[in-house]
């Protein structure tokens, strides 16, 4: 099946194509990014046993709901590249649309969250377990919907039967994402 | 699903080589082995005990990592040379954490003092956890002694108002507004008991002032904070 395709898709110098090298050098770097802020909070948790208090008030249940959710998206992100390397991009899109469908999940339920650890008090102001809480977590959701929209961009183009390659390359930076939160779960909800 | 692979792998999408569909991933039991690790990683901590949680929550972690990273993200069939650009980024934030580790975890120091750090600390710990203090090496006074105004101004404060108050505190010098001194006469001409209260319990930005004397109200009750603002009056200087 032929769809025109840019320049620096064909051309792969390091044998990996040019689209997909760009991805993993964004994730090398996203690496950095969220390593530096998890790391650091792993340091000031283990230096300050007191945070174990504000970690009991995170609600374990929606962390673990939230997991779920993200999981079950990777894995439609992953039927969707398999179906856009058969050459069907009706059918990776609407695995596509289905991991969207999983990342609003997510945010409806991460602001059901926020919204009622703010009216109970605990904000990103209240001390250091929390200011890692939102920054870590609101970094991260950031990604998720950075993530859906780019996802509906490649959807809309592979139901086209357009730039399918792209289907794998934003699937690439979603499992990554899921890959963050399976770290961001036992950090925030789990070590009490 | 093998056969499809057989008849229309690489050439179905026109991909690239040497990474098509030929990977043979069941992505069903992928899938399905992540949700029952994930149903471990909930279950273990249910049990209280320290090390099982260590390992169902963070070894877990590292264990669903590896099955999205290889099955999903396909990273086992990458060309080398991206796992190296990876590992990579991962040593050089592990050398960063290395680096700064010491002035993190190690609140006594070796050339400075973090004082703030064992205040919050202690704060944190008083009363029901009072014997994890004592094992942390934390100062030695007994974790259950009330709170005293003039201990935790040593400590928390001090760092920029001086311990005497009067603005001195090494971490003081370099602020500009420089930090209120106490035992100045001229400070006291437009203060009062309530002004200080509220700049402890907000912020002096609360009332126009410094944005670098922050609030303290998420770290102290509204009674240590009187406590605490009786504790500044008593350093006014005699009219």
Redesign the interface.
């Known amino acids: 099946?032929?769809?025109p395709?840019p320049q620096a898709t064909l051309r792969?110098a390091?044998?990996?194509?040019t689209g997909?090298?760009a991805v993993?050098?964004l994730?090398?770097?996203e690496?950095?990014i969220f390593?530096?802020v998890l790391?650091?909070y792993l340091?000031?948790r283990?230096?300050?046993?007191?945070?174990a208090?504000a970690a009991a008030v995170t609600n374990?249940y929606i962390g673990?709901i939230n997991?779920?959710v993200l999981?079950?998206s990777?894995?439609t992100?992953?039927?969707a590249h398999?179906a856009?390397?058969?050459?069907d991009g009706k059918k990776a899109a609407g695995f596509l649309l289905l991991t969207i469908g999983g990342a609003l999940t997510f945010l409806l339920i991460k602001s059901y969250e926020w919204t009622t650890e703010i009216m109970h008090g605990y904000t990103i102001?209240?001390?250091?377990f929390w200011q890692f809480y939102y920054t870590a977590a609101g970094l991260h959701a950031l990604h998720v919907i950075a993530g859906a929209i780019i996802m509906g961009i490649v959807a809309a183009d592979a139901y086209r039967g357009r730039e399918?390659?792209r289907v794998?390359l934003i699937?690439?930076y979603w499992?990554?994402v899921?890959?963050v939160w399976?770290?961001l779960?036992?950090l925030l909800y789990?070590?009490? | 699903m093998a056969e499809?692979h057989d008849e229309?792998?690489?050439a179905?999408?026109?991909?690239?080589a040497?990474?098509?569909?030929a990977h043979h991933v069941n992505?069903?039991k992928?899938?399905f082995t992540?949700?029952a690790l994930?149903a471990v990683?909930?279950i273990g901590?249910e049990f209280g005990i320290v090390w099982v949680?260590l390992v169902t929550?963070?070894g877990?972690?590292l264990v669903?990592?590896r099955l999205?990273?290889n099955?999903?993200?396909?990273l086992k069939w990458?060309?080398r040379?991206?796992k190296w650009?990876?590992t990579?980024?991962?040593v050089?934030?592990?050398l960063?954490?290395a680096g700064?580790?010491v002035d993190?975890?190690?609140?006594e120091g070796n050339n400075w003092e973090n004082v703030a750090?064992q205040a919050?600390?202690e704060?944190?710990?008083g009363g029901e956890?009072g014997e994890?203090?004592v094992e942390?090496g934390t100062e030695a006074e007994p974790v259950e002694a009330a709170f005293s105004a003039p201990q935790m101004f040593g400590l928390v404060c001090a760092s920029c108002h001086g311990a005497a108050g009067d603005g001195t505190g090494p971490a003081g010098a370099a602020l500009n507004p420089p930090p209120a001194n106490f035992t100045d006469p001229a400070f006291w001409s437009t203060r009062d008991r309530e002004r200080i209260v509220t700049v402890i319990r907000e912020g002096a930005a609360a009332v126009g002032g410094s944005p670098l004397m922050v609030?303290w109200s998420?770290?102290f009750t509204p009674e240590q904070i009187e406590q605490l603002a009786d504790h500044v009056m008593s350093l006014r200087p005699a009219q």
């Open positions: 099946m032929a769809f395709k792969s390091t044998g990996i194509p997909r090298l993993w050098w994730l090398a770097s690496v950095v390593g530096g790391g650091s340091m000031f283990l230096g300050h046993p007191e945070w208090d374990t673990a997991t779920f999981l079950t990777s894995f992100a992953v039927l398999q856009a390397e058969k050459g102001q209240s001390n250091g399918l390659q794998e699937g690439i499992h990554f899921d890959v399976i770290f779960f036992p789990i070590a009490k | 499809h229309h792998g690489h179905g999408s026109g991909h690239d040497g990474h098509g569909d992505y069903k992928i899938y992540l949700l994930l990683s909930i901590p949680t929550a963070f877990i972690a669903k990592t999205v990273v099955n999903f993200m396909h990458e060309k040379i991206m650009v990876l990579t980024s991962l050089l934030m592990g960063m954490m700064v580790s993190i975890l190690n609140h750090a919050a600390v704060r944190g710990l956890h994890l203090a942390e609030g998420a770290s």
